[in-house]
């Protein structure tokens, strides 16, 4: 068990539509990343969060928003959905205060189905 | 763009030999690289890393070789288990002004047959 958890495990839904994929770190770390892993791919980096505020981002789309609350967890917003948007969602969280380094523990994912 | 390959989908191997996962990358301003393993239904779990200005790191039966000039680096296992079946991904760190990203690649199934 990373430390990490993440909400819901499963989510099933229909084109079209939103969902919010949530993510609470582990206790002390302050980054929050998101991932993506379609099939047979590897992980692709989305968007990291350092204590609220934006830090780094990937190819993320612009149907996709993320935010960090006060309290540290992360949502991941995905609007709009389309079949392809289907995957693992990913959270990892750090304790990196900056611009290197530092190890990351991931969470179980969220597997996104969109019908 | 895959910044970061692993060109074996798959690899077998018989219980107590040597494991040999590979990785090619391609951007020079990686500052990290990583291997990390993956269970079907959890997320990835960190093994082992290795900083780009040193050539290998060591942790148990987990050894980590880096090749700046092949942009190569390779995870050793010895012995290799049956518990060590598994998908090996391979990482690499970039870090900006702010913030730090992984680069993945696309995964090693590895199967260690008893």
């Known amino acids: 068990d990373s430390g990490v958890t993440q909400t819901p495990k499963h989510l099933i839904t229909a084109t079209g539509q939103r969902v919010t994929l949530r993510c609470s770190p582990r206790?002390?770390?302050?980054?929050v990343y998101w991932y993506q892993q379609s099939l047979d791919q590897g992980l692709q980096f989305l968007i990291q969060?350092?204590?609220?505020?934006?830090?780094a981002k990937g190819n993320i789309l612009e149907r996709f928003s993320a935010q960090q609350f006060p309290d540290l967890h992360s949502e991941l917003n995905l609007s709009s959905l389309e079949l392809g948007d289907s995957a693992l969602y990913f959270c990892?969280?750090?304790?990196?205060?900056?611009?290197?380094?530092?190890?990351?523990?991931f969470g179980p994912g969220t597997r996104l189905t969109v019908l | 763009d895959q910044q970061v390959k692993q060109n074996s989908p798959s690899l077998s191997v018989q219980e107590g030999r040597i494991s040999i996962l590979n990785c090619d990358y391609t951007?020079?301003?990686?500052?990290?690289f990583l291997w990390y393993k993956k269970y079907p239904a959890e997320g990835p779990t960190f093994l082992i890393s290795?900083?780009?200005?040193?050539d290998k790191n060591e942790d148990g039966r987990f050894t980590v070789f880096l090749n700046k000039s092949a942009k190569h680096l390779s995870l050793h296992i010895v012995p290799s288990q049956p518990g060590d079946s598994a998908v090996y991904f391979c990482?690499?760190?970039?870090?900006?002004?702010?913030?730090?990203?992984?680069?993945f690649g696309a995964g090693t199934i590895l199967r260690v047959k008893s």
């Open positions: 990892a969280s750090s304790v990196a205060t900056g611009g290197y380094y530092n190890e990351q523990f």
């Open positions: 206790s002390g770390d302050l980054s």
């Open positions: 969060y350092y204590n609220g505020e934006e830090r």
């Open positions: 951007n020079s301003m990686f500052d990290y």
């Open positions: 290795i900083s780009s200005i040193k």
């Open positions: 990482a690499a760190s970039l870090s900006y002004a702010y913030g730090n990203k992984l680069v």
